[in-house]
């Protein structure tokens, strides 16, 4: 049963509202969590790169681990000082699409996930970016582009810089030929451009001695 306050109306709008909300709270409430446990790895020869492994499966087999028996079962079967063979290397190749340029919220999202900021935080240390900071000869230089925006466009001008810098550091085949279209999300007004860097020259590493 869903709660509400006495005296709100439940027109056309708010009933489907309220209709998709009781389908959301019983789809939680059916849910029934299922238990699912891995074994990962940490594997190295000789002096190449550590690499990191997970249990698949018995016998070429793919074989789940549902519960703290099966994967003390696995355990018992490895030796911890022994040695591991490789017997079958796969490779494939995936392409990826980068992801959209920020929009403030997905700046919020990303900064709480990965440095698990709050939204707060994270606007006082963009607004510090965008108001600027001393950086050297240049003296005070705004590093990003206003950050409170939901499109995810890109100027122009950016795109020619960052087409630029890519040629040089890394090579042509590492630019892209087509610009990727983002799609706007609905609603947005587009007023201003998504967050980047004002300019991609000012790289993290050469502004690394003046933060």
Same mark, same amino acid.
């Given at each position: 049963?869903?709660?509400?306050?006495?005296?709100?109306?439940?027109?056309?709008?708010?009933?489907?509202?309220?209709?998709?909300?009781?389908?959301?709270?019983?789809?939680?409430?059916?849910?029934?969590?299922?238990?699912?446990?891995?074994?990962?790895?940490?594997?190295?020869?000789?002096?190449?790169?550590?690499?990191?492994?997970?249990?698949?499966?018995?016998?070429?087999?793919?074989?789940?681990?549902?519960?703290?028996?099966?994967?003390?079962?696995?355990?018992?079967?490895?030796?911890? %000082? #022994?040695?591991?063979?490789?017997?079958?290397?796969?490779?494939? @190749?995936?392409? /990826?699409?980068?992801?959209?340029?920020? &929009?403030?919220?997905?700046?919020?999202?990303?900064?709480?996930?990965?440095?698990?900021?709050?939204?707060?935080?994270?606007?006082?240390?963009?607004?510090?970016?965008?108001?600027?900071?001393?950086?050297?000869?240049?003296?005070?230089?705004?590093?990003?582009?206003?950050?409170?925006?939901?499109?995810?466009?890109?100027?122009?001008?950016?795109?020619?810089?960052?087409?630029?810098?890519?040629?040089?550091?890394?090579?042509?085949?590492?630019?892209?030929?087509?610009?990727? %279209? #983002?799609?706007?999300?609905?609603?947005?007004?587009?007023?201003? @451009?998504?967050? /980047?860097?004002?300019?991609?020259?000012? &790289?993290?590493?050469?502004?690394?001695?003046?933060?």
């Amino acid at each position: 049963m869903a709660k509400g306050k006495e005296g709100l109306s439940a027109g056309r709008v708010q009933s489907i509202a309220l209709w998709l909300i009781i389908q959301r709270e019983n789809e939680i409430k059916n849910f029934t969590p299922e238990e699912y446990w891995s074994i990962d790895s940490e594997f190295k020869k000789g002096r190449s790169k550590k690499f990191k492994a997970s249990f698949y499966g018995l016998n070429g087999k793919k074989h789940d681990l549902p519960n703290n028996d099966a994967v003390q079962d696995v355990m018992k079967r490895l030796d911890p %000082k #022994g040695d591991f063979d490789i017997t079958k290397v796969t490779r494939r @190749e995936r392409k /990826r699409q980068p992801q959209p340029p920020f &929009t403030t919220s997905t700046m919020q999202q990303e900064a709480n996930r990965k440095l698990n900021y709050r939204t707060r935080k994270t606007m006082m240390a963009a607004q510090q970016l965008y108001e600027g900071i001393n950086i050297g000869k240049e003296g005070s230089q705004g590093l990003i582009t206003y950050m409170r925006t939901d499109s995810t466009r890109i100027s122009i001008i950016a795109k020619h810089e960052a087409s630029t810098f890519l040629h040089e550091k890394y090579g042509a085949e590492y630019a892209a030929t087509k610009p990727i %279209k #983002g799609k706007l999300p609905e609603g947005a007004q587009d007023a201003h @451009e998504a967050i /980047r860097p004002t300019s991609v020259f000012r &790289t993290p590493a050469s502004l690394k001695k003046n933060t």
